[in-house]
T-cell receptor
């Protein structure tokens, strides 16, 4: 089973509008971390935002916010006021805390990504 | 400026040849990682290292080898045993191999087979 599922292969948004990129995850651990990265066409992975499983409030970083719904196991990325420079691949990733569940605290498990295109 | 550098940006491998990808960081991070990315896919972990002179296999270590002789450096060798090496290789580092520690990535090396 996929540990990280990103159901939107591609998304389009108009400049200055908000967009939500979906991410659902699968883990039996109580302790885990969720990350979003941006990968422009140059290839470098750029860290955007982090949410810990015990964090009670949704994480925010500038125009990025994470809509964390623990019971639904979803961690959607919301980008407000989209800019042309936001056009890129976006990856959701998870770090699990328990070796016993098959995870460990050393690796990130990535989804397949969503290609976001911002139209002028 | 602190960061992670990878070289070369592009690398060509002939059949049966071993090639080495360089990764250097000046962030004073303890942990370093190598990931492989295939087209249209997310990243998969090849190897990781938490401290100098120690490293562990990831999910797809077969056909690869690493060394960690210095804290700043974590080179990856793609051996002739790796039958499908064409991919984008990304190196990352973090303060500790801990749950909340963010991994920061280098610019990547694209490996192509001639």
């Amino acid at each position: 089973a996929q540990k990280i599922t990103q159901t939107q292969p591609g998304m389009f948004v108009q400049e200055k509008e908000a967009v939500t990129l979906d991410c659902t995850y699968d883990t039996s651990d109580q302790s885990y971390g969720l990350f979003w990265y941006k990968q422009p066409s140059s290839g470098e992975m750029i860290f955007l935002i982090y949410q810990g499983s015990y964090d009670e409030q949704n994480a925010t970083e500038g125009r990025y916010s994470l809509n964390f719904q623990k019971a639904r196991k979803s961690a959607n990325l919301v980008i407000s006021a989209s800019q042309l420079g936001d056009s890129a691949m976006y990856f959701c990733a998870m770090r699990e805390g328990s070796i016993n569940s098959g995870g460990s605290n050393y690796k990130l498990t990535f989804g397949k990504g969503t290609l976001l295109t911002v139209n002028p | 400026d602190g960061g992670i550098t990878q070289s070369p940006k592009y690398l060509f491998r002939k059949e049966g040849q071993n090639v080495t990808l360089s990764c250097e960081q000046n962030l004073n991070h303890d942990a370093m990682y190598w990931y492989r990315q295939d087209p249209g896919q997310g990243l998969r972990l090849i190897y990781y290292s938490q401290i100098v002179n120690d490293f562990q296999k990831g999910d797809i270590a077969e056909g690869y080898s690493v060394s960690r002789e210095k804290k700043e450096s974590f080179p990856l060798t793609v051996t002739s045993a790796q039958k499908n090496p064409t991919a984008f290789y990304l190196c990352a580092s973090s303060m500790l191999a801990a749950l909340q520690e963010t991994q920061y990535f280098g610019p990547g090396t694209r490996l192509l087979v001639l």
